[in-house]
């Protein structure tokens, strides 16, 4: 059971950390995107 719960936590650190250095790398596309958002939630029609 140990070495299953060792290789989940590194697994989910690893995809953690590629998240973190994905959005560090590309905080303006991650902004655009949630403010593409935030705009088609206040007007549907568009």
């Given at each position: 059971?140990?070495?299953?719960?060792?290789?989940?936590?590194?697994?989910?650190?690893?995809?953690?950390?590629?998240?973190?250095?994905?959005?560090?790398?590309?905080?303006?596309?991650l902004?655009?995107?949630?403010?593409?958002?935030?705009?088609?939630?206040?007007?549907?029609?568009?």
């Amino acid at each position: 059971m140990d070495s299953i719960r060792q290789q989940l936590a590194s697994v989910g650190m690893q995809g953690y950390y590629n998240i973190i250095m994905y959005s560090a790398n590309k905080p303006e596309t991650l902004l655009e995107s949630s403010l593409l958002s935030d705009r088609r939630a206040e007007n549907p029609s568009k």
